[in-house]
């Protein structure tokens, strides 16, 4: 079954510190990987993809995400975080196989940054 | 710029009463999308469409109805609400392309079945 798994249902850090949002994959295919951010009571954001070539994707905000074919994970990071960055990530992938653009999302993972 | 837009943002339904949930978009997008998102869940497709006039079933379908009667529109049914389908709503809209393309969401609607 093709799956999204985001392992962690909460990350904490300090504000400043490096960030990292993990996020696993098990797809047919290669696949299109994204990630998107909710904030309270919104709609989710668009931050970042994967679809081709270089491994290490920038995205909004700062925040830039690696694409890790052996270990089929696509980690979100910040190098220093924000006080503003708390919110739900969630992790999505495309199979490459699929001609209908929907998404199969991870269960999300809520970004904690303290000051 | 108006993007996905849907209405209402809030309600709360009796049990066996039937709503209609509207999403509309303005990126003259064919591909349009309804999700829920419950709690440690993540986001469940529970239909879609590829284009106007056709629609399919997605993940979570049973208990909904669609209809995309025009390009810009997306509509999600409840005929019967159950409190199983208490949950927040998001319309979604992206572009036809082979490569991976960007799925574009509203803001959410968010429904209680009492």
């Known amino acids: 079954a093709q799956s999204v798994a985001q392992p962690e249902d909460q990350v904490n850090v300090a504000e400043g510190n490096p960030l990292t949002v993990k996020c696993t994959y098990s797809?047919?295919?290669?696949?299109?990987l994204f990630w998107y951010v909710q904030y309270p009571n919104r709609g989710l954001q668009f931050l970042l993809k994967y679809i081709t070539g270089d491994n290490l994707v920038k995205g909004s905000y700062g925040f830039e995400a690696e694409f890790n074919k052996s270990q089929t994970s696509f980690h979100l990071k910040k190098p220093s975080a924000l006080v503003s960055d708390s919110a739900l990530y969630f992790c999505a992938v495309r199979p490459g196989s699929s001609n209908t653009g929907k998404l199969i999302f991870g269960q999300g993972t809520t970004l904690q940054v303290k000051p | 710029n108006a993007g996905v837009t849907q209405t209402p943002k809030f309600r709360v339904l009796k049990t066996g009463q039937s709503m209609t949930l509207l999403c509309a978009q303005d990126m003259n997008h064919e591909y349009m999308y309804w999700y829920r998102q419950d709690p440690g869940m993540g986001l469940r497709l529970i239909h879609y469409s590829v284009g106007e006039g056709t629609t399919a079933k997605g993940e979570v379908p049973d208990g909904y109805n669609v209809s995309r009667l025009k390009k810009q529109n997306f509509l999600l049914g409840l005929e019967s609400a159950a409190p199983s389908q208490t949950s927040v709503y998001f319309c979604a809209s992206s572009f036809l392309t082979r490569v991976g393309n960007t799925i574009y969401f509203g803001e959410g609607s968010w429904l209680t079945v009492v």
């Open positions: 797809v047919s295919g290669n696949p299109y």
